[in-house]
């Protein structure tokens, strides 16, 4: 299903930009243009290569967190808030992407003015904020630094919020882990308005690329000549947020020490955690079995450490499987969307 | 324009780790030769004397490579402060900046 099909599906009010038709225009309308520019998303890249170090150097090029709207900042405060969003019903769904992108990678490449935000906004009346952060610092960090936004957000925004949705997209949802932990440690009130979280191909259990990436790196480090280390040096600059990833460090002392293994992260209670996974192939063939969506496994999008485990950190029954899809595509797929629409419409029956 | 001093300051450091890795591997990859050649007990002496003489060489070149890089960066700093205070708005005669129009 594509994403105009979606759109003009008899369950679906039309939401994306109509292009008018009249005989009269000589010159077709311009197509929409995208709301965040090429500067921010090369930004988005920089950050995720290298954005723990472009943190420690204070450099202007490192991308705080922060909530965007229409591409540029919102500030966590009343005024501003209530200009961005006059008619929220104080239903949020807070949107977090993953690594090395910006909130841009939500948008739909044909329609880049409609996300899942907007039509989420459209069909259930959830106000859509967009978080853009620094993808290379530490997962931990990113996800304390969250948690205490999203403390100011409760206290700013206009009207009470009622119900935060969290959904997260790749290491997105890694961040909205942490920061979930942290407040349920530190007793933050906004926990309490979160009962349903969605992970669109999160790796829970890690993703397999970065743990090749280290073991490139030692074997290259290995070998007793200087060019070889270089390229060694070269492959260890990827960023703290990138190392974290290859076996999904969410707490602090997990990367602190990282001879010990990293116990997961049981998530908090009282909260659906509902998981979309995609995969390259069919459900149960090779191909899917072997590269999941192309970044991350079946089992780790799946919240299992592998096939065969028998007690999967989230309920087998929340997990949707998206056939035929490839990582990024999952954030901006009108297949997803069904799936993320069906399961809030299940939820609110 | 806190971007584009975000930037100049990547690329000075790029340059700066750069130029230090290059300089690493060019020195450990010369030294092989004169290893060899100091083997030969008559070739010691000199060999050495050369070596000296290539490091100092090495040292120079890249530690040139590094100063005009600092002074590159250094002279674009003060460009970029040049050009942030000709686009602050004008004082009057107190130094107050003018009233926005009615």
């Known amino acids: 299903m594509t994403t105009s099909e979606a759109a003009e599906s008899p369950d679906s009010e039309p939401g994306f930009p ?30 995720g290569v290298l954005g723990d170090y472009l943190h420690r150097q204070n450099n202007a090029l490192a991308t705080p967190m922060g909530l965007y709207h229409e591409g540029r900042a919102l500030p966590v405060e009343r005024e501003a808030l209530r200009s961005a969003h006059p008619h929220s019903t104080g239903r949020v769904a807070l949107w977090v992407h993953g690594l090395a992108v910006t909130e841009a990678v939500w948008a739909f490449p044909a329609e880049p003015t409609t996300d899942y935000g907007s039509l989420l906004e459209r069909d259930a009346g959830f106000t859509p904020l967009y978080l853009r952060y620094n993808t290379g610092l ?60 969605y992970s669109i191909g999160v790796p829970h259990f890690g993703s397999p690329l970065e743990r090749m990436g280290t073991v490139v790196a030692q074997v290259l480090r290995a070998v007793p000549n200087p060019y070889t280390r270089l390229v060694a040096d070269v492959v260890d600059l990827r960023s703290s947020g990138v190392k974290d990833l290859g076996v999904a460090r969410l707490r602090r002392q997990d990367w602190e020490d990282t001879t010990s293994p990293c116990t997961p992260l049981l998530p908090p209670p009282g909260i659906a955690h509902h998981l979309i996974v ?14 999941g969506d192309g970044v991350v496994s079946l089992a780790s999008a799946s919240g299992r450490t592998g096939p065969r485990d028998t007690s999967p950190l989230f309920p087998p029954e929340n997990v949707k499987v998206v056939a035929g899809i490839d990582h990024v595509s999952l954030a901006h797929h009108a297949e997803v969307y069904a799936r993320l629409r069906e399961s809030l419409a299940v939820e609110v029956a | 324009m806190t971007r584009l001093r975000g930037l100049k300051d990547l690329v000075h450091d790029a340059v700066e780790q750069g130029a230090t890795a290059v300089e690493r591997i060019h020195r450990s990859s010369a030294a092989k030769p004169f290893e060899v050649l100091r083997l030969i007990p008559t ?8 070596q000296s003489l290539h490091d100092a060489a090495l040292s120079g070149t890249y530690g040139m490579v590094r100063w005009v890089n600092r002074a590159v960066d250094g002279t674009l700093d003060v460009a970029l402060d040049l050009f942030e205070q000709r686009q602050l708005p004008a004082t009057d005669a107190q130094g107050h900046p003018p009233k926005p129009p009615l």
């Open chain 2, 43 to 50: 070739l010691d002496a000199p060999v050495g004397t050369l």
């Open chain 1, 278 to 291: 995609g995969a390259l192939g069919e459900q149960g063939k090779w191909l899917s079995a072997m590269f």
């Open chain 1, 18 to 47: 109509v292009v008018s038709s009249s005989p009269d225009e000589a010159v077709p309308p311009a197509p929409p243009k995208p709301r965040v520019g090429k500067v921010d998303l090369a930004l988005g890249v920089l950050n």
């Open chain 1, 138 to 197: 530490h997962i931990s960090d990113n996800g304390e630094a969250l948690a205490h936004l999203l403390q100011r957000l409760v206290a700013e925004f206009p009207v009470p919020i009622t119900e935060l949705v969290l959904v997260g997209y790749s290491m997105g949802g890694l961040v909205l882990r942490s920061a979930c932990h942290i407040a349920s440690e530190a007793c933050l009130p906004w926990l309490s308005l979160v009962r349903r979280s």
